[in-house]
């Protein structure tokens, strides 16, 4: 069964830190670019970091410098790990491969103050 599983999402404090997971199965996870969306409570989903199969990254401008996606294609895993935290990035957290159409169901990521 192909599928993204994601992990890592909870309640932190303004400032703090996460580690996200994005875990795929049932493919070849090499071949394919991932993506991170988030959605905020009454928001569209908004891009915020991809990474293709070799591990070239790309950032949205409001978590650039505080943000970093990484893969570990041997754990077949993508992570985004998070820092500096902000209220606006309190969202549920998604990751998708585009190309085929894949998404998995998401981690709520609450920043608190």
């Known amino acids: 069964q192909v599928q993204l599983v994601e992990s890592g999402g909870g309640l932190v404090q303004l400032g703090g830190s996460l580690r996200l997971s994005c875990a795929a199965s049932?493919?070849?996870?090499?071949?394919?670019?991932v993506t991170w969306y988030r959605q905020a409570p009454g928001k569209q989903r908004e891009f915020v970091a991809d990474?293709?199969?070799?591990?070239?990254?790309n950032y949205a401008d409001s978590v650039k410098g505080r943000f970093t996606i990484s893969r570990d294609n041997a754990k077949n895993t993508v992570y985004l790990e998070m820092n500096s935290l902000k209220s606006e990035d309190t969202a549920v957290y998604y990751c998708?491969?585009?190309?085929?159409?894949?998404w998995g169901q998401g981690t709520q990521v609450t920043v608190s103050s």
């Open positions: 998708r491969i585009r190309s085929i159409g894949l």
């Open positions: 990474i293709t199969g070799v591990g070239s990254p």
């Open positions: 049932g493919l070849i996870f090499s071949n394919y670019a």
